[in-house]
């Protein structure tokens, strides 16, 4: 089945030591989205790339940054976790822009831990 | 602004009892609306969507939502609620053409009980 994966479902990682969270899609969508969520909270949007060209929100903090080397995959990269990034990360994709609309497809979700 | 609001923080249902969960939504024009659900500890799994024809949508595992534009509303139902629907359910909203992003509500914890 086409999907979204998430690699680590869980990373731990020590305060101000960089992590990467990985996502790879088998999907072939043009978008991939990264968001944020903590407990009991809305996923929260920290940037996006529609193919190449990628999109940040105004209030991301400089301290995330993302790559994609290619369609199938994108990295989120976090340069000095603090204990404020504890949460879950979700990766997403969608097909396009079109007129068919562009629902989002989530994968399973990183969560991370800062210790 | 563009928003979508969830009014209701947490609703406990029966098992077998309906459900709706409310959902509303501010936009400029017609927006593309969404509803997912988030079992503790995954991610978020798409249970149906609006674009535009038919305002009334079914979705998976038995739900369905009716858009009313009337109303700014795009509410969740289900006719009787098992266990396994105990989860996080999150509406979302998309502006027209040309921009792929999603607003989210805040959620609605639904909890079932006996």
């Known amino acids: 089945d086409a999907m979204v994966i998430q690699n680590p479902r869980y990373q731990v990682t020590q305060f101000g030591k960089p992590v990467t969270l990985s996502c790879s899609q088998t999907l072939n969508h043009n978008v991939m989205y990264w968001y944020q969520q903590k407990s009991s909270q809305a996923p929260k949007l920290l940037f996006h790339y529609y193919d190449k060209d990628f999109n940040n929100e105004a209030d991301t903090p400089d301290n995330f940054q993302s790559r994609r080397p290619n369609t199938s995959f994108c990295f989120l990269d976090i340069r000095s976790p603090g204990l404020g990034d504890a949460a879950m990360y979700l990766c997403a994709t969608s097909r396009d822009r079109g007129t068919s609309g562009y629902e989002q497809y989530f994968g399973p979700g990183t969560r991370l831990t800062v210790t | 602004a563009q928003s979508v609001t969830q009014p209701d923080i947490h609703i406990t249902v029966s098992e077998g009892a309906s459900l709706e969960l409310r959902c509303n939504y501010s936009y400029g024009a017609t927006p593309y609306l969404f509803w997912y659900v988030q079992s503790p500890g995954q991610g978020l799994q798409l249970l149906l969507k609006?674009?535009?024809?038919?305002?009334l949508v079914q979705g998976i595992k038995g739900f369905e939502a009716e858009f009313k534009r009337s109303q700014s509303s795009f509410n969740l139902r289900k006719p009787s609620v098992h266990w396994s629907d105990a989860a996080e359910y999150f509406c979302?909203?998309?502006?027209?053409?040309?921009?792929?992003?999603?607003?989210f509500g805040t959620g609605t914890r639904l909890t079932i009980i006996p």
């Open positions: 979302a909203g998309g502006a027209n053409f040309g921009n792929e992003k999603l607003t």
């Open positions: 609006y674009f535009s024809g038919d305002t």
